[in-house]
T-cell receptor, first 114, second 111 residues
């Protein structure tokens, strides 16, 4: 099975712009979560989608949003970019089996805001 | 406040030494995962432990889940430079499919 894929891998934007990141989960995985990782804050949870519905949300401003499509692919959008949004954005998918869950991560998108 | 506390935060050792990384919480988790992450890449899942007291081995890595399912440890025997990376623990529990991550342990193994 192919792993979690994220596009693009690298992105450079300027303050005030917006950006859309894409994630394709492992085939059969219906849950997709997004995380922001920075050296100072570690791995911070953004939100989780399951069957096109946002089920969990982290403590991020409304500039961060996401969605999930019927094929489980997900996108996240950041509007009005700030310098502090520079980070590695990670997507993880999981298959909810009922007994326990495991998350599998993609390679990430490195966003640099100038 | 971090739900999962990892220690130590940094570890720099010589090749061949042994080490243990700890992941502690006051909360009970239904399962706990350990990941290794290299710079600029996504975390790679090493193991999932589910049962209290469970021990799993992956070559030179030994993972243990505490009896009360609140804590876990990762022990590496005879560390090699290839073990260098950021080790993250993550507990699953509470709200369905909510994962809580530790702050990570950055390991450097010098040849």
């Amino acid at each position: 099975k192919a792993g979690v894929t994220q596009t693009p891998r690298y992105l450079i934007k300027t303050r005030g712009q917006q950006v859309t990141l894409s994630c394709s989960p492992i085939s059969g995985h219906r849950s997709v979560s997004w995380y922001q990782q920075t050296p100072g804050q570690g791995l911070q949870f953004l939100f989780e989608y399951f069957s096109e519905t946002q089920r969990n949300k982290g403590n991020f401003p409304g500039r961060f949003s996401g969605r999930q499509f019927s094929n489980s692919r997900s996108e996240m959008n950041v509007s009005t970019l700030e310098l502090g949004d520079s980070a590695l954005y990670l997507c993880a998918s999981s298959f909810l089996s009922g007994s326990y869950n495991e998350q599998f991560f993609g390679p990430g998108t490195r966003l640099t805001v100038l | 406040t971090q739900l999962l506390e990892q220690s130590p935060q940094f570890l720099s050792i010589q090749e061949g030494e042994n080490l243990t990384v700890y992941c502690n919480s006051s909360s009970v988790f239904s399962s706990l995962q350990w990941y290794r992450q290299e710079p600029g890449e996504g975390p790679v899942l090493l193991v999932t432990v589910v049962t209290g007291g469970e021990v799993k081995k992956l070559k030179r890595l030994t993972f243990q889940f505490g009896d009360a399912r609140k804590d876990s440890s990762l022990h590496i025997t005879a560390a090699q430079p290839g073990d260098t990376g950021l080790y993250l623990c993550a507990g699953a529990g509470g709200n369905f499919n909510k994962f809580y991550f530790g702050s990570g342990t950055k390991l450097n193994v010098k040849p």
